[in-house]
């Protein structure tokens, strides 16, 4: 049987992102600060990998960036709970976690976040209410479902933001987290991040509906798609979803369409979409470039700009430092961290 040609992604057929903000200056040049970390964070991860600094497997967020940062601006940090897939290392920053503990984290050093044992797949940090990157596909929303569950048992009113991609949508353990959800009304956000390939399978081949937002319709699931690009949009969606769980709506689902600069993981040469495609992308639908034509119409200056861009590069080149000078775990880590005392 001859095999079927790759089908497009449709995020360069989106409507022209907004040149209008809504949003005060101050709060464009902290989303710019925010989503510029990301990039340059996951670009010297990436250097580093190549290097053979970072092993195992490294799943950038590049390109992503306005996601992660949106869905921040409704996290009552330390009181809410995140919990997403293993391309995590933008929503550890985003949710506050300092990015010399994630770099050291990446290199498998005793200085990161999971004491070196976790990798790039499965950092935790319960002080921001970061609950881990999972390894397996979809097994985080079964996870982060207990999350909300928790919240609701508790009667403490916090919400779960559980994330996961296009390619985690068809798993059957993701309705099986959506039945409980609505029939508890659980505080739970789930966060479609599609980014139109999955590990290098377009959506249009491998989902029957692709309007993942309404994947939670036969359970009486609400659902919205968003334009993952634009970093307002997102803060908009996320917040009227927040607002209804916490009310006790019950769960709620975003699919929120974005785009993948890079291949799956740092091993795929992403063959399976043309570079005119990711390029037209980038011209056209940079969340970061987006941001900054709103930063113009706000009148932020050159300057400014410049400032926070020299102050990102400090903070990423000291997280390198400190990756590369902080010294391995002792093998006695393998017997710590394996139980919880009650």
């Not at 464009?28 to 996951?42: C, D, G, W």
């Not at 990711?278 to 400014?304: C, F, G, N, S």
Request: proline letters at 4%; one cysteine or more.
């Amino acid at each position: 049987m001859a095999k079927a040609p790759a089908a497009k992604a449709d995020s360069s057929k989106a409507t022209k992102l907004p040149n209008t903000p809504t949003a005060s200056k101050e709060d464009l040049l902290r989303f710019y600060r925010e989503m510029v970390l990301i990039r340059r964070f996951e670009e010297r991860a990436g250097q580093l990998y190549g290097m053979g600094l970072i092993g195992g497997f490294c799943h950038l967020y590049i390109g992503q960036e306005a996601v992660a940062v949106g869905v921040q601006e409704s996290v009552k940090q330390g009181h809410d709970k995140i919990i997403t897939g293993y391309r995590d290392h933008g929503h550890m920053l985003a949710a506050g976690m300092d990015p010399k503990e994630v770099m050291a984290e990446l290199t498998g050093r005793i200085g990161g976040s999971s004491k070196g044992k976790g990798g790039s797949m499965h950092m935790f940090d319960t002080a921001t209410g970061f609950y881990g990157g999972h390894g397996i596909v979809g097994a985080q929303v079964a996870l982060g479902t207990g999350l909300a569950f928790a919240g609701r048992y508790r009667g403490d009113d916090s919400v779960a933001f559980v994330y996961f991609g296009d390619g985690a949508a068809n798993q059957g353990q993701v309705y099986e987290s959506f039945n409980m959800a609505q029939l508890w009304k659980l505080p739970a956000i789930y966060i479609i991040e599609n980014n139109q390939y999955a590990m290098g399978t377009s959506i249009e081949r491998s989902s029957s509906t692709t309007d993942l937002s309404q994947r939670g319709a036969s359970f009486g699931i609400p659902g919205e798609q968003v334009d993952g690009m634009d970093v307002l949009a997102v803060r908009d969606a996320v917040a009227k979803a927040v607002k209804r769980a916490r009310e006790g709506g019950g769960p709620y689902i975003l699919e929120v369409k974005t785009y993948r600069y890079r291949g799956h993981s740092m091993s795929d040469p992403a063959k399976y979409r043309s570079k005119e495609e990711v390029d037209e992308v980038k011209k056209t639908r940079d969340p970061i470039d987006h941001i900054k034509t709103l930063l113009a119409a706000a009148k932020a200056t050159e300057d400014e700009l410049k400032a926070i861009d020299n102050e990102v590069k400090a903070i990423v080149a000291e997280a390198v430092q400190f990756a590369q000078e902080s010294p391995e775990p002792d093998p006695s880590e393998l017997y710590t961290d394996v139980y919880v005392e009650a």
